[in-house]
């Protein structure tokens, strides 16, 4: 009788919370759509983390056994149906993204070499603050990937070169890296979905052999050029980079200053400026029509304004490359003009819920880039700030004074520029290691800066110069871009102007974008329940330990923790990328130390010996840094002492340190490495993943020496065979 009762009350409470969020989703019905890209999401992203096909199978059975049982229990409830549909959401989306994958599979280089090859042009990328042109080519051979990346030198660019002509040159070609260390950035992850197979560095002389199409046709390299040629240094580069997309004659300097003062986001062409240019052309249209009182009285002009609208926001985005980002903003103000066409309201989450959607079936790849990411998290937190009845109550409009009504918006400005800030600022962490702290107070002057005064200067400038008149304009563009490079510079340098922390643990950004989303999206108190997984992800990442040891999946370089708590470099000599890569997933902000001047640290021109403590203990790592070898005893008996032990070449079996061997074998296997010693964590690039860029179909290019001519082959085939038997000898 006990056990009855017992069974009675939990069947009656079980069906009291059932009761209870039946009511709750209907009170949110209207919130409920929403989901549909982020399950999508889900199990795209789902097949991102997971490490193999046996796994995305599971995932995709299980969601979809999830959306069987949803649906056999429709009949019962609204929460029924939303199970089935976020099941078989997060199936497809799996599904989709996989299937994404194989369908652009493309050989990769197996290996560096240095070839002759003849490729037509596809594209021509410009930028002349670091003196080179990006060239992409297709190739047609058997032993090339069809398609590879080169850089030139500005010096040896021929005459005549534009999309579609053929080129011969002499390249050194690579295969895509992967991550140099966990947390570092995927290019080969990108190249795969790019189908971009090798790059590398033309050398001279490059020889157009087949003109492509008339260098004039090519409408975005003339005007980029026309601007740089009217605004001189990183200031023209900004100009061209909001006209057409072309980021090339920034300056390293000036770009990181703009990434860490967090105005990063106006050099790349997204909703901002698409919204920009749609809005000045509606207005434009929509004054110029309203002139004539027959039009005004007979037609409908606002629906001809969004008309030209549309028409500007494609041919911006056409003009800026169609890249992915901008093809995202375009897609989301053609449905924002949509809905004013057809009356209703302009900008709500539901648009941006479908504009999501449309982007992640088209191109399933891009919900793991940053791009994505915080564009539509920077959308989303807007509008659903705004919709909020008490947002809109403190900032609707009202009849009051001047300033009054002044102080208002700059309070609208600023609240939405932290929220906005606050909302970027775990995927800034996750993806670059850190995240400027000044964005929101440097935002509330960059963006109105930038939409309503350098834009439309911009714009005047280009118009006059059609009656050689553009001269005052383009003074006044150019004060107005050394005034955003002046504030962006003033932000960045501001004392604790940036916040850094190492490689995020996918967890930890998952607890947090979950509890994000989970806020945003709902409308009812139960939202507030989202800052449970957000405060617990930010949690975990802070405490989080930085790693001890970073070591590139080359084994060339290697950055350890010292007793000071700076991290030190191996060599030296490294170059920029890599002791800013370092320093950015080793959680350091500042310049890294030389390993050379470290007390903890004995070093040689040939290895370096370090010791680090961590807790009671005492670790011992022992690092290579030159192509000599070390004498046979004085190796063994660094392998016995050591606990890790790195090289980038071969060592001998016999080599066996107490804990970790990371020579060229070990590191095949696992790519770079990051080790916190304190609590034995070690994590590898690798993990054991097969994805389709870990392992790729792979050509093999033709060694040092050989020639493509058969003729050439047959009269040079000794020299040909002895160089590439000096190259096997070289790669062994």
């Not at 190492?502 to 950004?509: E, I, R, S």
């Amino acid at each position: 009788m006990g056990f009855g009762s017992l069974q009675i009350g939990v069947g009656r409470r079980l069906r009291q919370w059932c009761d209870g969020l039946e009511r709750w989703l209907e009170t949110e019905r209207e919130q409920l759509v929403l989901w549909l890209p982020v399950m999508l999401g889900a199990g795209m992203a789902a097949w991102f983390v997971l490490s193999d096909a046996g796994r995305w199978i599971g995932f995709i059975a299980g969601a979809g056994a999830v959306a069987l049982a949803g649906i056999a229990a429709s009949g019962n409830g609204r929460t029924a149906r939303v199970v089935a549909v976020a099941g078989l959401a997060a199936a497809v989306g799996c599904a989709l993204v996989w299937w994404r994958a194989d369908s652009v599979a493309a050989p990769v280089l197996a290996r560096p070499a240095v070839v002759s090859l003849e490729g037509r042009v596809e594209r021509i990328e410009r930028l002349p603050a670091r003196e080179m042109v990006r060239v992409t080519l297709a190739l047609a051979r058997a032993d090339l990937p069809p398609r590879v990346r080169i850089n030139l030198a500005e010096r040896d660019v021929p005459g005549g070169l534009s999309r579609g002509a053929m080129l011969r040159l002499r390249a050194r070609l690579m295969p895509p890296p992967p991550p140099s260390v966990p947390g570092a950035y995927d290019f080969a992850r990108v190249a795969w979905f790019s189908q971009l197979g090798a790059t590398g560095r033309g050398f001279a002389p490059v020889t157009v052999v087949k003109p492509g199409e008339a260098v004039g046709a090519d409408l975005r390299a003339r005007l980029s050029a026309h601007i740089q040629s009217n605004i001189a240094g990183s200031a023209g580069g900004i100009a061209s980079a909001l006209a057409t997309g072309d980021r090339g004659a920034i300056t390293d300097e000036d770009s990181e200053a703009m990434q860490r003062s967090g105005l990063a986001h106006l050099l790349s062409v997204s909703g901002l400026h698409v919204t920009a240019v749609t809005a000045a052309a509606m207005l434009l249209v929509l004054r110029l029509l309203s002139l004539s009182p027959t039009l005004a009285l007979r037609w409908r002009l606002p629906l001809i304004a969004a008309g030209a609208g549309a028409v500007a926001a494609i041919g911006y985005t056409l003009l800026t490359g169609a890249d992915v980002p901008t093809v995202r903003s375009c897609v989301a103000s053609l449905l924002v003009l949509l809905a004013l066409s057809v009356g209703r309201e302009a900008l709500t989450l539901r648009l941006v819920a479908a504009g999501a959607l449309i982007v992640l079936l088209l191109w399933p790849e891009a919900l793991a880039g940053p791009s994505f990411q915080l564009s539509f998290a920077a959308v989303t937190v807007i509008v659903a700030l705004h919709e909020s009845p008490r947002v809109r109550g403190w900032f609707s409009r009202r009849e009051e004074g001047g300033a009054k009504r002044l102080g208002r918006s700059l309070g609208s400005l600023l609240l939405t520029g932290v929220a906005v800030e606050l909302a970027l600022m775990p995927i800034g962490m996750y993806h670059f290691h850190k995240q400027g702290i000044y964005g929101a107070l440097a935002n509330i002057i960059a963006i109105p800066l930038t939409t309503f005064v350098t834009m439309p200067l911009e714009a005047l400038a280009l118009f006059l110069d059609l009656a050689g008149l553009g001269a005052p304009a383009w003074w006044l563009t150019a004060k107005s871009l050394e005034l955003l490079l002046w504030l962006a510079h003033a932000a960045s340098s501001a004392p604790g102007a940036v916040a850094s922390l190492p490689a995020m643990p996918d967890g930890a950004f998952a607890l947090m974008i979950a509890g994000g989303l989970w806020i945003a999206l709902w409308r009812t108190r139960a939202r507030w329940a989202g800052g449970v997984p957000l405060l617990a992800g930010a949690v975990w990442a802070l405490l989080t330990p930085a790693p001890d040891l970073l070591v590139t999946g080359d084994g060339r370089h290697l950055a350890i923790r010292m007793a000071d708590g700076r991290m030190a470099l191996l060599r030296d000599r490294a170059g920029d990328y890599t002791r800013s890569m370092l320093g950015e997933n080793g959680g350091e902000d500042d310049e890294l130390a030389a390993l050379d001047d470290a007390p903890d640290a004995r070093c040689s021109p040939d290895l370096c010996v370090v010791e680090h403590r961590a807790g009671a203990r005492r670790w011992r790592v022992t690092a290579t840094r030159s192509n000599y070898l070390v004498p046979w005893r004085e190796m063994m008996r660094l392998c016995v002492w050591s606990d890790v032990i790195v090289s980038e070449r071969r060592l001998p079996p016999d080599c066996a340190p107490r804990w970790l061997k990371l020579d060229r074998p070990g590191l095949a296997r696992t790519g770079g490495v990051a080790i916190a010693f304190a609590s034995g964590r070690l994590t590898t690039v690798r993990r054991g993943s097969s994805h389709p860029w870990i392992d790729p179909p792979t050509v093999q290019p033709p060694f040092a020496g050989q020639r493509e001519s058969d003729n050439e082959t047959r009269n040079r085939g000794g020299a040909a065979r002895g160089a590439g038997g000096a190259g096997r000898r070289a790669g062994h």
